[in-house]
């Protein structure tokens, strides 16, 4: 059936619901981008029964109250930031900016995870307390050079662009939070004396000296505390990211979970407590199929104290993992905090991503965070790692009138990120059984109830909505994603 036809069917469907019943404002996404959060039409909730009471029902219960959601987003890389502040205007900026970070003129992301020294998309390699060698491919620190006084700790790398541009999507979104993540500490606290994860020809892995574990602590105080003074307020903090994969090309660290329990039990909580800082530590930050890391660190006594709860990672496992570990732990909050789109996704890259983002918030997840907020049409610039990690948009100077394109990832955040406010609680929703339907629905402080809601078949489907006895149908084109709003009455 065509869509225009289908759409013709839809408005049917609802006109029997009358012109005074309750509103739905219908937001709607097909895998072409024909339509791309599209405000399509209106559906109202009747009392009545509606036509076609056989189609799948999806019911909406705000009664059920599970976790507050922290926020949608991605990462200002050092090579997004280089993008936008290099090879853009500042009008094109904004107008970016705008469409990222706005909620009149965009998609009002509200999570920006922030390296703290070079990740791989970067456009070199830099720590906050340079001693190394830079070259193109490594960042090495000679035998013997340390600080562990920190007295050559700078911030001066991320306030030439990185900061300001934090700045600039503070201002647009006020209720931004910034969550930071360590790739490396600088290569003097290693056993490697370099910044890389592990030795590209020996692939011994480098690890954090014992003798350093206050050193970075202090370091990591110190960034967070230099953030804020320069006007990014910082929410959370992990200490290493994907702490069990050490990349021979790019900034990493192994670490294991009783390292990572003595880090923050011993150093970095006591070093926190000091500064008075508030900022939640995150632990592990990798993947979903190693819950027994996290899980180590939780049960140490020192670390769990401090601990808020856990950051995932999308590459491995399955997200109902997070609801295994809430069982466990239902006193720790989780984390999305890492999940790339790429060349390696084949088929509706909009309905499986999607689908996952459903999936993360249904387990318990308080966000749901891709990678990089922009790379260029080469998928870089990068400093070895992922050559083919796809950015929320994809800037492209040689279209000088339009550099700036979104991605399907931008929608699949948009139709969550554009409607959820401060605040936003998740609701009961159920999937129905014998469908393609997947969904997950939030109450808004404000009274507005948001179902975000993916048709992940192949075929048209016809859906019915209910909620306080009342209920509205329509139909969601084959792969596609809508978002239904409506406000309590």
Not at 277 to 301: A, G, I, R, S
Not at 350 to 366: F, G, Y
Not at 430 to 444: I, T, W
């Amino acid at each position: 059936m065509a869509h225009s036809a289908i759409l013709g069917v839809c408005l049917a469907l609802t006109a029997s619901s009358g012109a005074g019943a309750q509103a739905i404002s219908v937001y709607q996404t097909t895998p072409d981008l024909l339509e791309a959060l599209s405000e399509i039409q209106v559906l109202r909730f009747s009392a009545r029964p509606e036509p076609g009471q056989a189609a799948p029902l999806i019911t909406v219960d705000d009664s059920q109250r599970f976790q507050e959601v922290d926020g949608l987003g991605a990462s200002m890389t050092d090579a997004a930031a280089w993008l936008f502040a290099k090879k853009l205007t500042p009008t094109q900026t904004d107008a970016a900016f705008k469409m990222l970070f706005s909620r009149k003129d965009g998609i009002a992301l509200s999570f920006l995870r922030q390296p703290i020294g070079s990740p791989d998309l970067a456009v070199t390699f830099y720590s906050y307390d340079d001693l190394c060698q830079q070259t193109d491919t490594a960042c090495t620190t000679a035998a013997g050079v340390t600080d562990p006084g920190l007295a050559h700790f700078t911030l001066a790398h991320d306030e030439e662009s990185i900061l300001p541009l934090l700045r600039q999507a503070v201002a647009l979104n006020p209720s931004l939070k910034v969550m930071l993540t360590p790739w490396s500490p600088p290569g003097w606290m290693k056993t490697s004396g370099s910044m890389l994860g592990s030795n590209p020809e020996t692939k011994e892995p480098s690890s954090l000296r014992p003798e350093f574990y206050s050193a970075y602590a202090n370091y990591l105080v110190k960034t967070v505390e230099g953030y804020q003074a320069a006007g990014v307020p910082v929410y959370a903090l992990s200490v290493q990211n994907e702490p069990l994969y050490a990349p021979p090309s790019y900034s990493g660290m192994r670490m294991t979970p009783e390292e990572q329990a003595v880090l923050i039990g011993n150093a970095l909580g006591p070093a926190m407590a000091a500064a008075g800082l508030k900022t939640k530590v995150m632990v592990f930050d990798h993947n979903w199929d190693q819950p027994e890391f996290p899980e180590t660190v939780m049960k140490d006594p020192k670390a769990g104290a401090v601990a808020a709860g856990v950051a995932w990672h999308h590459y491995a496992g399955d997200p109902s993992v997070m609801s295994e570990f809430h069982g466990e732990f239902p006193q720790k909050d989780q984390w999305v905090t890492e999940a790339s789109g790429g060349t390696w996704q084949k088929g509706n890259v909009l309905a499986s991503e999607a689908a996952e983002l459903i999936a993360s918030m249904r387990n318990w997840a308080r966000s749901y965070v891709l990678w990089a907020l922009g790379t260029d049409k080469d998928h870089g610039p990068h400093v070895g790692g992922c050559s083919t990690c796809r950015g929320l948009v994809t800037i492209d100077v040689s279209h000088p009138e339009n550099p700036v394109t979104p991605e399907r990832d931008y929608y699949v955040l948009g139709h969550a990120s554009k409607f959820l406010l401060p605040g936003a609680v998740r609701i009961g929703s159920d999937e129905p059984a014998d469908s393609q339907l997947k969904d997950v629905a939030f109450s808004n402080p404000d009274g507005t109830i948001v179902l975000y809601t993916l048709n992940a078949g192949t075929t048209s489907q016809t859906l019915r909505i209910g909620f306080h006895g009342r209920t509205a149908a329509t139909i969601l084109p084959a792969g596609s994603v809508a978002t239904f709003v409506w406000k309590l009455k």
